[in-house]
């Protein structure tokens, strides 16, 4: 079987051949997943890595509390104490619909002084508000998860205690969060309460001074929750607004510049297969699935962690209240047009300073 080879090249062609080697542009090289992920250096200062972990904690903990009561279930003689304690969540325990019990030391405890400081997180004042009335704090916009409403309202952190001095804040979550093992535990010394029209009144009867923090947006506005967008579900929100005005409590706006910004969403304008699935999710379960992440542990742009980007709540002035029991719906809409525009003066008067890199305006959707 005989070979063919080539014949060897003369010194003109050679040159000739590196020569067009030398100017034919490269083909680029493909980036591996590997290539792509921007780690985390190994020189990061302790007080840095601390703040990872508080947030990372933090994020897990729903997840983490349910694994560890299936884990104690696994167990047949702690069997009698678990029942106990689920007939304690379930019938007995009405802490969560009066706002908790409170622990002050907790809410001020060095852990989350950790998870202030990863993004920051802070409080800013606008006006004085008297403790011998009580509020309603509406909070805008609901972001992923809503971690400045947890870290300004839900802890004693950013100063809250100090900014309004005897005014105590509950912040109001989902009831069925209540019902979680372990993890209801934390909420509940942290002061937080349902979100139900009972845990309203009863929170705002009990004493001047009182008051909650509404997410007003709710699920529903996690699915616009975009970097660089301010988009409020908030026209056909007059619920909040109706308690407000049934217990004679003052409205007070606030706004969290940076909220959205933590983290990144797939696309799911109105109309995509991504935005149809989320809404029958959400009829479904109550609660709605955001596509969305972060960064990780060891990495800047890949995991379910947020962001460090700055988190700034601005409280705007009150709104006063007249109390009346049976409100119509042309009073509850003329304190929503109050509502609406000192919102609307909150986000022109410090948008140039904490959204410099938003995308659009305040835009109210729904």
Not at 94 to 116: I, M, N, Q, T
Not at 138 to 163: C, E, Q, R, W
Not at 169 to 191: D, Q, V
Request: overall charge positive.
């Amino acid at each position: 079987m005989s070979t063919e080879h080539s014949p060897p090249l003369s010194k003109p062609s050679l040159r000739k051949t590196l020569s067009e080697l030398a100017t034919t542009p490269l083909t680029p090289v493909k980036k591996s997943l590997h290539d792509n992920i921007d780690f985390v250096p190994s020189s990061i200062p302790a007080q840095r890595r601390l703040e990872m972990l508080a947030v990372s904690a933090w994020s897990i903990l729903i997840v983490g509390s349910c694994a560890l009561f299936m884990f104690l279930c696994s167990f047949p003689p702690l069997w009698p104490l678990i029942t106990c304690y689920t007939i304690w969540v379930h019938y007995l325990d009405k802490s969560p619909d009066h706002g908790g019990r409170v622990w002050h030391w907790y809410r001020r405890c060095a852990w989350w002084r950790y998870f202030v400081a990863y993004y920051p997180i802070t409080c800013l004042k606008e006006a004085d508000l008297p403790p011998s009335r009580t509020y309603v704090f509406g909070y805008h916009p609901h972001g992923i998860i809503g971690m400045g409403a947890f870290a300004n309202f839900g802890t004693d952190v950013t100063g809250f205690s100090k900014l309004f001095p005897g005014i105590t804040t509950h912040l109001l979550t989902l009831s069925s969060n209540f019902k979680l093992p372990f993890y209801r535990e934390l909420m509940i010394h942290l002061g937080m309460g349902s979100v139900s029209k009972w845990s309203c009144g009863n929170i705002l009867q009990s004493g001047p001074g009182q008051s909650i923090t509404i997410v007003v947006g709710g699920a529903a506005e996690s699915l616009s929750a975009h970097p660089g967008t301010a988009d409020l579900t908030l026209r056909k929100r007059l619920g909040f607004i109706k308690i407000a005005i049934q217990e004679g409590a003052d409205l007070v706006p606030v706004f969290s510049f940076g909220e959205n910004d933590i983290f990144s969403q797939m696309p799911n304008e109105k109309g995509t297969a991504i935005y149809m699935f989320q809404k029958k999710f959400q009829a479904i379960f109550g609660f709605t699935l955001p596509l969305f992440h972060g960064r990780g542990m060891l990495n800047y742009n890949l995991g379910l962690l947020p962001y460090r980007r700055r988190i700034t709540a601005v409280v705007g002035r009150p709104i006063p209240v007249k109390r009346v029991n049976q409100p119509d719906i042309e009073e509850v809409r003329r304190v929503q047009t109050l509502y609406i525009a000192e919102l609307q003066r909150i986000w022109d008067t410090h948008k140039d300073e904490f959204a410099k890199a938003r995308k659009r305006e305040l835009n109210i959707i729904d």
